[in-house]
């Protein structure tokens, strides 16, 4: 099993930025493939984006292209989404996933371990 804690979340205005954290426990953290994906109310689970192992790929959706970051700190079994130039429609509970397999893309479907996510709110 892993364990994973999202912190970071909260109330900001548009154009701010925020750091969402995740800490991950019970597996070894740098065995993991993680993702970041969020849920507006109404609206089904978005993918954010992915890191392998070793943070040498990355993966984002097209709208977070250019504004989030995702990386991880393998040594402080750590995943963060930098978020920069949050908009009204990032508005959503952030979500980290883990998949202790290969896969690294969109389909929420296909990752093993998820926690049990932080709100984001961005007021426009």
């Known amino acids: 099993q892993v364990q994973l804690v999202e912190s970071g979340g909260g109330l900001v205005q548009a154009g701010s930025s925020l750091r969402l954290s995740c800490a991950a426990s019970g597996r070894p953290f740098g065995n993991l493939i993680m993702g970041w994906f969020r849920q507006a109310p109404g609206k089904e689970r978005e993918f954010v984006a992915s890191i392998s192992r070793s943070s040498s790929a990355t993966y984002y959706a097209d709208p977070m292209k250019g504004r989030f970051t995702i990386s991880r700190d393998n040594a402080w079994n750590t995943l963060y989404l930098q978020m920069n130039t949050l908009k009204s429609e990032d508005t959503a509970v952030y979500y980290c996933?883990?998949?202790?397999?290969?896969?690294?893309?969109?389909?929420?479907?296909?990752?093993?371990?998820w926690g049990q996510g932080t709100q984001v709110t961005v007021s426009s």
């Open positions: 996933a883990a998949n202790a397999g290969l896969y690294m893309r969109d389909d929420p479907s296909r990752y093993d371990f």
